[in-house]
């Protein structure tokens, strides 16, 4: 007998996470309150498929892809393959002065899904460091053209492009924004043209022309000191799933274009099939100048981003002198691990035609949740493709933290953005799972408003 084995139940795992792990986004000592303010915190010892286990035996369907991030399942057999061939190739080598087959490849996809208008992949790890990326290039761009008064940048009100510090400057999520605002240099933000902004005789579009109306008002004013506008194309993710109709960004895109500054789209949510598209943007049947990918791409199995650009912004910076060139990067940049996890992801777009399962798969979600949307709390409700969402008319404060935890015990996983209850399942729900979804939430949404 081994007396220093680990714990095999919830219970030790949780008390040793509380004492060493600090987890993210989160206030400690919620894990540690009891009744209306208690926070559970879930050790899980394996997932397959759509569920998560703990380690004594419940099973959570994994309604919000692990924080959007878990497109096919978890364990996938297919990734699960190619990881462990590339395991057994190369690990890792630093991609300056180096390159490797995952990287070039997982490149050259990308540029071919977006016909080739977006051809150069510069690789980094998480969402908010495409968000820098993409930030600095359009600045170093413009610095390069000579054109150095444009410095500053433009954002959606409710905008999120992560957290680091000069991520925050282009997200306004008042709870991020307002508690380290004195550590960002803040963007100028302009209306989100949210479709419940609509009054009874306008459509979404008409609230899109509106917001548009005060981009221009803005870019026609302040383009000489504004380098990029960034935007989540069709769904603002962390603002509580905000949806609005495309032709915000057909108007953007071509506002973009008369005052010269580059349009950026963070896919990092929204991309990889999310919205019933590969990327959200072809909705409007646009491109951007730069787009950041990251979350999805790797299948949910490995930190990997993107933030792929346009030639010309490429071409801006091919020099001989070195600070012309971009002045970035990061130690596991173009990690073959995880360009590997999302060139497997990438096959199973392909050979499953998982688009198309997709559009099926939506219309039985949507089905599902006919009773949810029905109830007498529910106002909004919304969808656009994998991403489902719906706001709750209630105003104590504890609402989110009970229907997560009533959501627990009706084994689901759904974690509400304030009083907007939200569903990012994976792309492998076969009907059971699809009914199970629309079920735990409604039992939870009766549960926790009494
Ligand atoms: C999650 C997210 C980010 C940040 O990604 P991280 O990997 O969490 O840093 C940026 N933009 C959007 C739209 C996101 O949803």
Redesign the pocket.
């Known amino acids: 007998m081994n007396p220093e084995a680990p714990p095999l139940d919830n219970v030790g795992w949780l008390a040793r996470s509380l004492a060493a792990v600090w987890h993210p986004c989160t206030q400690m000592r919620h894990h540690a309150a009891k009744g209306e303010d208690a926070l559970p915190l879930i050790p899980i010892c394996r997932g397959e498929g759509a569920w998560l286990y703990d380690f004594e035996g419940n099973r959570y369907l994994d309604g919000i892809s692990s ?2 991030v878990n497109l096919f399942g978890h364990a996938n057999p297919r990734i699960n393959a190619a990881l462990k061939s590339q395991l057994e190739t190369l690990e890792h080598v630093m991609l300056a002065g180096f390159t490797h087959p995952p990287a070039v490849e997982l490149a050259e996809r990308l540029r071919a899904l977006t016909d080739g208008v977006l051809g150069h992949a510069f690789y980094a790890s ?6 820098e990326i993409a930030l600095k290039m359009s600045f170093h761009y413009w610095k390069n053209r000579g054109k150095t008064q444009k410095n500053r940048f433009l954002c959606l009100s409710g905008g ?5 510090a000069g ?1 925050l400057g282009v997200t306004d999520v008042a709870l991020f924004r307002e508690a380290y605002a004195p550590l960002t240099r803040a963007a100028a933000i302009v209306p989100c043209p949210d479709a419940r902004l609509a009054s009874a005789n306008e459509t979404a579009a008409d609230v899109a022309r509106r917001a548009a109306q005060s981009l221009e008002a803005r870019l026609a004013a302040e383009s000489g000191s504004i380098a990029a506008f960034i935007l ?1 194309p069709l769904v603002q ?2 603002a509580g799933m905000v949806m609005y109709d495309p032709e915000y960004l057909r108007l953007a895109r071509a506002l973009c274009n008369r005052y010269q500054v580059h349009l950026i789209c ?1 896919e ?3 991309g990889c099939g999310r919205t019933g598209t590969f990327f959200a943007h072809e909705q409007a049947d646009i491109r951007p100048d730069l787009l ?1 990918l ?2 999805g791409i790797s299948g949910g199995y490995l ?1 990997l ?1 993107i933030v792929l650009c346009r030639d010309e912004i490429f071409q801006g910076f091919y020099d001989e002198a070195i600070v012309r060139g971009f002045l970035h990067s990061h130690s596991y940049t173009g990690n073959p691990l995880a360009c590997r996890a999302a060139l497997a992801t990438l096959d199973i777009f392909a050979q499953d035609d998982v688009l198309n399962a997709n559009r099926d798969r939506a219309h039985k979600l949507h089905a599902a949740f006919a009773p949810v949307f029905r109830h007498e709390k529910v106002r909004h409700p919304r969808q656009r493709g994998m991403i489902l969402a719906f706001d709750v008319i209630r105003d104590d404060p504890a609402f989110p933290r009970r229907f997560y935890r009533a959501a627990l015990e009706n084994a689901l996983l759904a974690r509400p953005l304030g009083n907007t209850i939200y569903l990012m399942p994976p792309y492998i729900l076969d009907d059971a799972e699809i009914a199970h979804l629309g079920n735990a939430v409604y039992k939870a949404l009766t549960a926790a408003i009494t």
């Open positions: 924080w959007w998480d969402g908010a460091s495409a968000t999120y492009h992560g957290e680091t991520a989540e993710g962390a963070d990092i949510a929204v950041c990251s979350k930190p981003s």
